[in-house]
C-alpha cells in the first residue's frame, strides 16, 4: 500500500477514536529511517488544554496497534509510535498557522531574505494570498521588524519554547 493511502486510512481509524476520547490528530507520517519503517501518530487535546501523556498516547497505540493488525494494511515491517508533538511542536498544517496566532515561533527559511534564514518572533497573522495560490505569514521579530513570508519560502516552523 502507498505511504498516502497508510497515512490516509490510519487517520480514518483514529478519527472516531480520537474524538470519543477527547484527543484530536496533530499530525501523522510514515517514514522510512535506514532500514526501518514508522508510522508516527502525533496527537494532542482537541480542547487544547492540558499535556499530552504517557497514558494517552499507550491509550491510543493499543487502539490503533489492534485494529491494523486486524486490518493487516501494511506490507513491510513498521514500528509504531504515538506521541505528543512537544513543547516547541512543528507547524506543518495551515491549521497549525492559524492556532498559534500571537505565539512565539522559530521559522527556519529555504533561503536567505535580508541576510537571514531564521526567523524568531511573534507569528501575527497567517492568510490566504489573494490569488489562492498560497498563504502569507506575518512574523514580527524581537527587534520589531515585520516579515512577510509566503508559505512556500519556510521550511521549517515551530513554537518557540520561552524558559
Given at each position: ?5 497508510i497515512?490516509?486510512?490510519?487517520e ?7 474524538s470519543e ?9 510514515f517514514?522510512?529511517e ?9 496527537i ?7 499535556y499530552i ?5 499507550e ?6 496497534s ?7 494494511p ?6 509504531l509510535?504515538v506521541?505528543?508533538?512537544?513543547m ?5 498544517k495551515?491549521e ?6 500571537g505565539?512565539?515561533?522559530e ?11 531564521k526567523i524568531?518572533?511573534?507569528?501575527e497573522?497567517f492568510?490566504?494570498?489573494p490569488?489562492?495560490e498560497?498563504?502569507?505569514?506575518r512574523v514580527?521579530?524581537?527587534?520589531s521588524?515585520?516579515?512577510?513570508l509566503?508559505?512556500?519560502?519556510i521550511?521549517?516552523?515551530?513554537l518557540a519554547?520561552i524558559?
Amino acid at each position: 500500500m502507498a505511504k498516502k493511502k497508510i497515512i490516509q486510512l490510519t487517520e480514518e481509524i483514529l478519527d472516531q477514536f480520537l474524538s470519543e476520547n477527547g484527543y484530536e490528530l496533530y499530525n501523522s507520517e510514515f517514514i522510512k529511517e535506514g532500514r526501518d519503517w514508522f508510522l508516527r501518530i502525533y496527537i494532542d487535546k482537541n480542547d487544547g488544554e492540558g499535556y499530552i501523556g504517557t497514558e494517552d498516547c499507550e491509550k491510543v497505540s493499543r487502539y490503533l496497534s489492534e485494529k491494523l493488525d486486524e486490518m493487516d494494511p501494511i506490507e513491510q515491517n513498521y514500528y509504531l509510535e504515538v506521541s505528543s508533538p512537544g513543547m516547541d511542536r512543528p507547524l506543518i498544517k495551515p491549521e497549525h498557522y492559524e492556532r498559534y496566532i500571537g505565539s512565539e515561533v522559530e521559522i527556519k527559511l529555504y533561503k536567505g531574505k535580508d541576510g537571514t534564514k531564521k526567523i524568531e518572533g511573534v507569528l501575527e497573522a497567517f492568510e490566504k494570498d489573494p490569488d489562492g495560490e498560497d498563504f502569507n505569514v506575518r512574523v514580527t521579530d524581537h527587534n520589531s521588524k515585520e516579515w512577510n513570508l509566503q508559505l512556500a519560502e519556510i521550511a521549517k516552523a515551530r513554537l518557540a519554547v520561552i524558559i
